[in-house]
């Protein structure tokens, strides 16, 4: 797995993109094999407030049910309506595509460099 330099990763398999004042939120790569084909995710209404740490949605695959972990906390200024409606996007392009939400981020829970990633998973 090629992970991006320029995004920072939880321990909870979820990585974070800085956007100018919002960040991106999806999920790894590896959280994405590891829950097989995901066929529901349900995430936080847009103008909700996450907390770092707390759950703030669902992903649902052939497999298991996973909560979504807030890697930061803030208001949701965005969804990805599209892997709602497609949630293969999620699976088929974890860093692209298949991204989750967009917070204005106001404080941020323990993250992990590329590096640091790569070695809690293995890879």
């Not at 939400?101 to 590096?115: C, K, M």
Request: aromatic share 6%; net charge negative.
């Amino acid at each position: 797995m090629s992970l991006p330099a320029n995004l920072r990763y939880t321990r909870e398999h979820e990585w974070i993109e800085d956007r100018d004042d919002v960040v991106r939120i999806g999920i790894t790569p590896y959280a994405a094999e590891a829950l097989g084909d995901i066929v529901y995710v349900q995430l936080p209404a847009v103008g909700e407030q996450i907390e770092a740490g707390q759950t703030c949605g669902e992903l649902e695959s052939t497999k298991s049910v996973s909560d979504l972990y807030a890697p930061v906390t803030g208001e949701v200024v965005a969804i990805n309506e599209s892997v709602v409606d497609d949630p293969a996007q999620v699976n088929a392009e974890p860093f692209g595509a298949g991204w989750l939400l967009e917070v204005r981020a106001t404080g941020t829970g323990e993250v992990l460099s590329a590096e640091q990633y790569a070695e809690l998973t293995g890879e």
